[in-house]
């Protein structure tokens, strides 16, 4: 059986390589290959001989940067913090709520994001989307609070 150190180091490289899927367009099938290797050895007790390549981190355009810069500013430590830990990532809040292409209401978003969400994961989102909206990233569209968008882009 493989140590509690190989595993673990198995599941980082593999956590670290598929974060690095959604980010690049294009993983070459070599380098999966590698990784799928790397944890069935771990995983059924023998040490992989060669510790994968991983693709180069993808460096984001400087818009996109920014626009985590804003998130992260807007929603401050705690609640990144308290949103992470339910699994509401910070690629899932730029991409989905603040790069929203057309309005939504939180009962889609938490869906989407949990499946059946139960009361806090809808708290949790309700928190976010409402520093979102004090940060001016997102627009109110009804006075109940139920449907909201990114404010209008001018170009």
């Known amino acids: 059986m493989a140590?509690?150190?190989d595993l673990r180091e198995a599941a980082q490289a593999a956590l670290r390589y598929l974060e690095r899927l959604d980010a690049a367009e294009a993983?070459?099938?070599d380098v999966r290959r590698q990784v799928i290797a790397r944890l069935r050895a771990a995983l059924e007790g023998s040490v992989a001989p060669q510790r994968p390549t991983l693709?180069?981190?993808v460096t984001l355009p400087e818009e996109?940067?920014?626009r985590y810069a804003i998130v992260r500013d807007?929603?401050?430590p705690e609640l990144l913090r308290l949103?992470?830990?339910s699994n509401l990532s910070e690629t899932f809040i730029v991409g989905r709520l603040v790069g929203a292409r057309a309005p939504f209401t939180l009962t889609e978003?938490?869906?989407e994001c949990f499946g059946m969400p139960n009361k806090h994961e809808r708290e949790r989102i309700q928190l976010v989307v409402e520093a979102l909206e004090r940060a001016g990233l997102l627009?109110?569209?009804d006075p109940a609070g139920t449907r909201w968008s990114p404010p209008a882009r001018t170009s």
């Open 3 to 5: 140590s509690e150190k």
């Open 27 to 29: 993983a070459t099938d």
């Open 55 to 57: 693709p180069e981190p």
């Open 64 to 66: 996109e940067e920014e």
């Open 74 to 76: 807007a929603l401050g």
């Open 83 to 85: 949103a992470e830990r």
């Open 109 to 111: 978003v938490a869906l």
């Open 139 to 141: 627009t109110r569209l």
